[in-house]
């Protein structure tokens, strides 16, 4: 079973900066996309940054330039670097990533399923 398990949230004061980490743990062949969304108090789930396999990175205009996400593929670990934080970049943040997994054994090796997992979510708030 694959779990993903977020850390480095918190309380930061409005400029500072905070690096969140998702780990996953379970039997993982291959992460391909990857991706954080947010969600503040009566507010919908929105995109922040996603990132496919291949590199491409996309970001939520709110967040350009201030915000980069990144993934260590051997520690099957992806980043969400935050700078410059604003009062309103406070939410509770989710990671979310597409691995490919070993579904089981047909003659001639294994055979492989894409599956999608998401973070339990960490809170980041900002405030003075």
């Known amino acids: 079973q694959v779990q993903l398990v977020e850390s480095g949230g918190g309380l930061v004061q409005p400029g500072e900066s905070l690096r969140l980490s998702c780990a996953a743990t379970?039997?993982?062949?291959?992460?391909?996309?990857i991706g954080w969304y947010r969600q503040a108090p009566g507010k919908q789930r929105e995109l922040v940054a996603t990132?496919?396999?291949?590199?491409?990175?996309n970001y939520a205009d709110s967040v350009k330039g201030r915000f980069a996400i990144s993934r260590d593929n051997a520690k099957k670990t992806v980043y969400l670097q935050m700078n410059s934080l604003k009062p309103e970049d406070t939410a509770v943040y989710h990671c979310?990533?597409?691995?490919?997994?070993?579904?089981?054994?047909?003659?001639?090796?294994?055979?492989?399923?894409?599956?999608?997992?998401w973070g339990q979510g960490i809170q980041v708030t900002v405030s003075s």
């Open positions: 979310h990533m597409q691995v490919v997994v070993i579904a089981g054994w047909v003659p001639g090796g294994p055979s492989y399923d894409e599956e999608d997992y």
């Open positions: 379970g039997n993982i062949f291959s992460i391909n996309d």
């Open positions: 990132s496919t396999s291949t590199g491409n990175t």
